[in-house]
């Protein structure tokens, strides 16, 4: 448990930090300058900036609501202030590691697994339902931001190839997650080729047969865990309304830094740039000075000043980067802090009971 309350940073996410902000500077210092970056940022109205802080905060609180209402759905008592410990807790997990966004989520059920005592194979249910309404709510605003933008705006062909290309992407993900969520066949094959690559790969050494038997019963408790969700859909209108909200104070972060530049931006290209961005993401290509360039790039080619869109994309940055890498690691280290003292007394609990045992 002392990894827990003591995350330790590897080279390689020091490498890619490093990197990032290398390419990040260079791209602001040749492509569009530090000086007007800097003009930029001195108009910033604070108390609009503020404001997106805010939302972020009221963002991370509803996805958390809305992931302690599908673990409610799917039997699972946990109070609202534990699902808003282990997922900040998650959260920490999402911004220091790049992956397909899924480190957070999972850490966060098998933690609240541990706390908790309740079956991991629920959690990760809740956890990949959750996913799925992110997902399907990322593809929606791609397809709504691109609809939106050729209304009012000719398309060029660089661009339409580009969106379309992102959203056939994004809406395969969501499909193939829909698929292995509700067909217990086909995530059974997936784990029999990985337990046999595994077997080839340690030509014999490990003994799979106990991690074979432990994933089957973790993925039949996850099937069990979909099949009653899906068994009774009018459940899921409450932690699907409090995903959205959790959607529309993300998506509020982007227009209020805008405003705190006094530069009006229009919905459409809000949209396109905001499930762009979740599809980086989704794809775990989202990192730092990476995700900067796409976003502010993107920003720029629909029309908006490079200076504008560099400028807004840092602040917004601040706010769901930085601003949440400082407030998760805190609940990280509290979740670990309540991990271990919950581990002492149950080891405590157990003590006692052994000792009045032997004297009976």
């Known amino acids: 448990m002392s990894s827990i309350s003591r995350p330790r940073v590897s080279w390689r996410i020091l490498l890619f930090v490093g990197v990032g902000l290398a390419v990040l500077i260079l791209y602001l210092y040749y492509f569009i300058g530090t000086a007007k970056v800097g003009a930029a940022i001195e108009k910033t ?33 946990v109070k609202i202030r534990e699902a808003l410990l ?7 997990f999402d911004v220091v590691i790049p992956d397909p966004g899924w480190s957070g989520d999972i850490t966060k059920a098998y933690m609240l697994s541990k706390a ?3 079956e991991t194979g629920r959690m990760i249910a809740s956890v990949v339902s959750q996913k799925t309404v992110v997902a399907a709510v990322t593809t929606i605003s791609l397809i709504l931001g691109l609809v939106l933008y050729g209304l009012h705006y000719p398309l060029g062909g660089d661009i339409f190839i580009f ?37 080839f790969l340690g030509r014999g050494r490990w003994n ?21 969700l899906t068994a009774h859909p009018r459940t899921l209108a409450r932690p699907i309304l409090f995903s959205l909200l ?27 740039v905001y499930a762009l961005t979740g599809s980086l993401q989704a794809f775990g290509v989202s990192f730092l000075g990476f995700t900067e360039i796409i976003v502010s790039g993107s920003y720029a080619v629909l029309g908006i000043p490079p200076a504008v869109s560099i400028t807004a994309t840092l ?8 601003f949440k890498l400082i407030v998760s690691y805190f609940f990280f280290q509290f979740a670990g802090v309540k991990l271990l003292v919950g581990k002492s007394g149950e080891a405590e609990r157990t003590g006692l009971s052994n000792m009045e045992d032997g004297r009976e």
């Open 163 to 199: 969106v379309v290309a992102v959203l056939l992407l994004t809406t395969f993900s969501f499909f193939i997650l829909v698929y292995l969520s509700i067909n217990q066949k086909a995530t059974t094959r997936i784990l029999n080729w990985i337990v046999r690559a595994a077997f």
């Open 246 to 272: 959790a959607w529309g104070f993300d998506i509020s972060i982007i227009f209020l830094t805008f405003a705190s530049l006094g530069y009006a931006v229009p919905a459409d290209k809000v949209l396109i």
């Open 315 to 322: 602040l917004v940055r601040v706010v769901t980067l930085w």
């Open 116 to 118: 908790s005592g309740q």
């Open 45 to 77: 109205n604070p108390i609009i900036y503020a404001t997106a802080f805010l939302a972020f905060l009221a963002s991370a609180t509803f996805y958390s609501i809305a992931w302690q209402s599908f673990l409610h759905n799917l039997g699972v008592k």
């Open 86 to 92: 282990f997922g900040w807790a998650g959260m920490f």
């Open 208 to 228: 799979l047969q106990s991690f074979r038997t432990q994933a089957e019963q973790l993925l039949n408790r996850f099937h069990e865990g979909i099949r009653t």
